[in-house]
């Protein structure tokens, strides 16, 4: 993945069904919704903010397990249930304090757009609508729900030339 683009990011923004999860819903028998997200992504993206950078959800649906799962990463800049995701940018950059050019988006179908023309890196996961795919400034080559937010969260880190200090850090005993 040509990551060259990514040692300035300080924000990373992420949709949710199709980038977070492999885009399944799941409803029992009384309505409750139901997603599973992937430990590894999470993991990611708990590495980025221990190094500093920034991590926000962007969504066109509100969920509880959405809602479950930030509180277990403590991500707090969420927006959910926007349409016109490029609307809530001004929002982002007050919250965040951050650059639009210092902003990565990962996203995977057409409500992504917008904002993808909004950020200084737009990301399309692998399985991705042809379109957002051919917009993105990046593909991964992991599908939705599947790794993908994990390998940009470490191609940031790379580029930032924080890899090696992490894995370090994860490969000494703990005393």
């Known amino acids: 993945m040509p990551n060259s683009a990514l040692s300035h990011i300080k924000l990373v923004l ?3 069904d199709g980038v977070l999860t492999d885009g399944r819903i799941y409803f029992n028998d009384k309505g409750v919704e ?3 997200f992937n430990s590894k992504d999470g993991l990611g993206l708990r590495l980025l903010m221990e ?12 969920s509880k ?4 799962r930030c509180e277990n990463l403590n991500i707090d800049l969420v927006f959910e249930n926007v349409h016109d995701k490029a ?8 919250r965040s304090g951050v650059d639009p050019e210092a902003m990565l988006f990962v996203g995977d179908d057409l409500l992504d757009l ?19 795919r051919q917009k993105a ?7 939705g729900g599947a790794g993908a937010v994990r390998e940009i969260c470490d191609a940031i880190l ?5 890899w090696d200090d992490i894995v370090g850090r994860y490969a000494q005993p703990e005393q």
Not at 51 to 62: C, F, L, P, S, Y
Not at 124 to 132: F, G, I, S, T, Y
Request: charged share 20%.
């Open 14 to 16: 992420l949709d949710v």
């Open 34 to 36: 139901s997603k599973a």
């Open 51 to 62: 190094a500093g950078i920034q991590v926000g959800i962007v969504t066109g649906r509100k």
């Open 65 to 68: 397990a959405l809602q479950y």
């Open 87 to 94: 609307s809530v940018m001004s929002q982002i950059v007050a």
């Open 114 to 132: 917008a904002l993808f023309a909004c950020v200084g890196v737009s990301v399309a996961v692998a399985d991705a609508h042809p379109d957002v």
């Open 137 to 143: 400034d990046i593909i991964t080559r992991a599908k």
């Open 158 to 162: 790379k580029d930032k030339g924080l």
